[in-house]
T-cell receptor
Framework: DQQVKQNSPSLSVQEGRISILNCDYT??????FLWYKKYPAEGPTFLIS?????DKNEDGRFTVFLNKSAKHLSLHIVPSQPGDSAVYFC????????????FGKGTLLTVNP | GAGVSQSPSNKVTEKGKDVELRCDPI?????LYWYRQSLGQGLEFLIY????????KSGLPSDRFSAERTGGSVSTLTIQRTQQEDSAVYLC?????????????FGDGTRLSIL
């Protein structure tokens, strides 16, 4: 049972354009969400997070939006750069377990020069 | 380095053998986690250690899997009588005590291949 879903296995965008990566979840107990970025043969690197009491969090070129009623979050990267090419994982903590992360399967982002 | 260190980076072994995977967390991080990523899947939680508390082993897939954390630092994940379905990347992460949802910091993983 996939509680965190990233329905797009891959996404390709042009350098300088916006990248939008989507994530849906089914568990209403999730109250904190994180995005991780992963390059081949490396571990995931924390990128940005958002608490369920907010609907937006911004950090430089990266913005995460949360729509609780739709159980949907998205990561926007503006402007996209070739170095952003990586697999992006959406992950969530539930209120009852603030250490056990539940991950989506990831989306491979390719930013073309 | 200052990050989470895992060894070996790659391990190939025959079905039925035992394997040990090592994780050295970031200095000062009291929380340590093991995950695994099978091909085409997301990361799957295996086990969590926090200080001297009893570990949460709820994610271990079978009793062939076990983990220890000695001295509150280095951890070893052991898989006995390996099976082909154990082939995956095993990732270790560490964090400060998980109050307020601190991000977990990952090592580069051990790629385990069972022949």
């Amino acid at each position: 049972d996939q509680q965190v879903k990233q329905n797009s296995p891959s996404l390709s965008v042009q350098e300088g354009r916006i990248s939008i990566l989507n994530c849906d979840y089914t568990n209403s107990m999730f109250d904190y969400f994180l995005w991780y970025k992963k390059y081949p043969a490396e571990g995931p690197t924390f990128l940005i997070s958002i608490s369920s009491i907010k609907d937006k969090n911004e950090d430089g070129r990266f913005t995460v939006f949360l729509n609780k009623s739709a159980k949907h979050l998205s990561l926007h990267i503006v402007p996209s750069q070739p170095g952003d090419s990586a697999v992006y994982f959406c992950a969530a903590y539930s209120g009852g377990s603030n250490y056990k992360l539940t991950f989506g399967k990831g989306t491979l982002l390719t930013v073309n020069p | 380095g200052a990050g989470v260190s895992q060894s070996p980076s790659n391990k190939v072994t025959e079905k039925g053998k035992d394997v040990e995977l090592r994780c050295d967390p970031i200095s000062g991080h009291t929380a340590l986690y093991w995950y695994r990523q099978s091909l085409g899947q997301g990361l799957e939680f295996l086990i969590y250690f926090q200080g001297n508390s009893a570990p949460d082993k709820s994610g271990l897939p079978s009793d062939r899997f076990s983990a220890e954390r000695t001295g509150g630092s280095v951890s070893t994940l052991t898989i006995q009588r390996t099976q082909q379905e154990d082939s995956a990347v095993y990732l270790c992460a560490s964090s400060t005590p998980p109050r307020g949802n601190q991000p977990q910091h990952f090592g580069d993983g051990t790629r385990l291949s069972i022949l």
